[in-house]
């Protein structure tokens, strides 16, 4: 393999591409954190270190090799939708000898468990995941820390219920599809009706791109989560709209605007969202 953490020593192979050698060492040097001080039990909880490991690894390497990436996990969540659209994923539960294939084994604890945090800044604001890596540290360092650890620390940190998100995501291969039904105008406003495809559930931010190049957002709150994150987008007017009650497999919110200025409505533009089909996350006017 391109490298092993030990506690005292790591191991990498050489004769590599530079860009590969720095990946690697970063991602091996991670692991003096993300798992090595923590101390998470890798068998059970493969997921937690490897995952963590890779997602603070892909933050380093976006800064320090300028890869100056919209979304620095880009290929973490291609590889993920692979695994899930391919029949065999397994639940992260799973012992990590107890995968049927490497290939499931690889996407579920490195790039699955890399997106549990990057998805969770979607869910709960990135300045608020941050501060949750950080508490987490510190708060479970030599403790051997077990999944609802982290989840109990963002939901301190951020306010919010977060039991249906390590639920779904760790413990089920139910897969997240939102898509845009309709749009139809309504006299001077237009309708937008969503729908729910995929199992898991999300809360939802909804970008309208209008004809003269404003924008706006729409936000719906998951009802599970009994809280809501703060306006991600700086600058742009956001409208937090009724909760989506997860049985519902659509949901209906009006925009205060005729139909013909509407350019383009998007579903998460920030893509964080491991949505499984993004196809029908966009509208485009005709």
């Known amino acids: 393999d391109g490298g092993m953490e030990y506690a005292m020593s790591t191991l990498i192979t050489g004769d590599r591409k530079f860009g590969s050698l720095v990946g690697v060492m970063a991602h091996e040097l991670a692991h003096s954190w993300f798992q090595h001080i923590l101390a998470t039990n890798e068998s059970k909880h493969e997921w937690m270190d490897e995952g963590f490991t890779s997602f603070i690894s892909k933050l380093c390497m976006s800064e320090i090799m300028d890869m100056d990436k919209e979304n620095p996990f880009e290929s973490t969540y291609k590889g993920y939708r692979n695994l899930a659209l391919s029949g065999k994923e397994q639940p992260q539960t799973t012992h990590a000898d107890r995968y049927a294939l490497n290939f499931a084994y690889g996407i ?21 995941l941050m501060e949750t890596i950080r508490t987490y540290y510190d708060e479970f360092k030599f403790k051997h820390p077990v999944p609802n650890d982290v989840k109990r620390v963002a939901e301190k940190i951020s306010g919010v219920e977060l039991d249906w998100y390590l639920t779904d995501w760790t413990q089920t291969t139910n897969t997240i599809d939102y898509g845009i039904k309709t749009v139809t105008a309504e006299d001077n406003t237009t309708k937008v009706t969503l729908e729910r495809i995929g199992l898991m559930p999300m809360p939802l931010d909804i970008l309208i791109v209008y004809n003269d190049g404003s924008r706006e957002t729409f936000y719906a709150p998951l009802q599970m989560m009994r809280g809501e994150k703060e306006n991600p987008y700086e600058g742009i007017k956001r409208t937090v709209i009724k909760d989506w009650a997860w049985a519902y497999p659509t949901y209906d919110f009006e925009i205060q605007k005729p139909i013909s200025s509407i350019q383009a409505i998007v579903i998460d533009p920030s893509q964080l969202m491991a949505d499984v089909n993004l196809e029908n996350n966009v509208w485009q006017a005709e």
């Open 108 to 128: 579920s604890a490195y790039s699955k468990g890399s997106i549990f945090l990057s998805q969770l800044g979607y869910v709960i604001g990135q300045d608020k």
